[in-house]
């Protein structure tokens, strides 16, 4: 079988189609309490890949007043602005989250490291970290487990992860995920991982 272009008219289909399995249809459980313990309201937060981004309703609603939204998707884009039209405190962009230029205090992951082909994922650490102030963190959920089938989502374990992502960021949690949604459960890792000074 030829390899899938995970491009954006693929992603765009994918959500014209509504074929979008990863949608659970709210803010997950492991982002909204690490949000909940997070106390910096004015910190400039970025989340990729965004797709409906439930979280960043929550944020909005808990005070958070600078958060960006990025996706590859221009349908989804559209339908995510009409949602958050008038909205202060958020912007969202489309645009492929590799060529996005910034600088942000957190990045919150969801389902957006497992949907890039692997062979970028190296690619995704530097891009994170490049996009991090100093003490930025990557903070959110990965998958812990290896599907049977071709990916999007692409697995992986934590053995794998703890050497690619400890090049750049200092690994202050990487561990099972305690309060994963159920469908999920046992098939997580929460992560909050620390930019390094100085990356390698
Ligand atoms: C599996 S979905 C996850 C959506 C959302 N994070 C969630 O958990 O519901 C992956 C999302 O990443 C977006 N995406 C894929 N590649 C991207 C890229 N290079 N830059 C920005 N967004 C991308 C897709 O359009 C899609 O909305």
Redesign the pocket.
């Known amino acids: 079988m030829e390899k899938q272009q ?1 491009n954006q008219a693929y ?1 765009n289909e994918r ?1 014209e189609n509504r074929q979008m399995g ?3 249809g709210y803010a997950s459980t492991p982002i909204v309490e690490f949000m909940d313990g997070y106390e910096n309201k004015d910190a400039a937060i970025l989340i ?6 439930y979280e960043a309703n929550y944020l909005l609603d808990q005070g958070f007043t600078n958060i960006t939204l ?4 221009p349908k ?1 884009v559209e339908d995510v602005r009409k949602r958050l039209e008038g909205k202060a405190n958020i912007k969202v962009l489309l ?4 060529d996005h230029e910034g600088s942000y205090d957190l990045i919150l992951e ?3 490291f497992c ?2 082909d692997p062979t970028l994922r190296p690619a995704y650490i530097s891009k994170s970290a490049s996009l991090l102030n100093e003490n930025g963190l990557l903070a959110g959920v990965l998958f812990n487990i290896h599907f049977q089938r071709p990916g ?2 692409f697995g992986g374990h934590e053995e794998e992860y703890h050497s690619a992502f400890e090049k750049s960021f200092e690994l202050q949690i990487m561990e099972p995920c305690r309060n994963s949604i159920p469908e999920r459960k046992g098939s997580e890792l929460f992560i909050k991982l620390k930019k390094k000074d100085v990356q390698n």
């Open positions: 995970l992603w959500w990863w949608d659970i990729p890949g965004c797709g409906n981004a990025i996706d590859i998707a989804l645009g492929d989250f590799f969801q389902t957006f949907a890039i999007p989502p």
